[in-house]
């Protein structure tokens, strides 16, 4: 029998994947650039903004994860988990100044700042990253 029959390794999928998800994205930039060049500037902007919102709020939910003591988890979901929880609590920090009464237009330069140095505590007394990502032990 040909042994070229038999299917392919199912971990080549992943880059496969990937790529088309990257040369996607790369098109629909492409054609958004061309079209309409400020609004590429606008997306790099806001989407810094975005990055190091999700980044901080992540380093936050890992001092969350350390303080439950979850560091035996695949590394993956600690990484998941972090962000939910971050993003759940960056979300109630927020009502709570609302209700408050306290943002305005200070809130939009002390917030970051506020945010980042709760990530930067969080992500120096993360919990561990377990040795195992496939959830085995």
Request: proline share 4%.
């Amino acid at each position: 029998m040909n042994t070229s029959s038999q299917p392919a390794h199912r971990d080549s999928a992943k880059p496969q994947s990937l790529r088309i998800i990257v040369a996607f994205a790369g098109i629909v930039v492409a054609f958004v650039t061309l079209k309409a060049p400020h609004v590429f500037l606008i997306w790099a902007l806001d989407g810094m903004v975005a990055a190091v919102t999700l980044f901080a709020a992540t380093c936050t939910g890992f001092g969350f994860l350390r303080l439950l003591q979850l560091g035996d988890m695949p590394r993956r979901w600690q990484i998941l988990l972090a962000a939910g929880m971050g993003i759940g609590c960056l979300s109630l920090v927020v009502l709570a100044c609302g209700l408050l009464g306290w943002i305005g237009e200070a809130h939009r330069y002390i917030a970051p700042g506020i945010l980042l140095a709760t990530g930067a505590a969080g992500w120096l007394g993360r919990a561990p990253f377990s040795k195992s990502d496939d959830g085995q032990k």
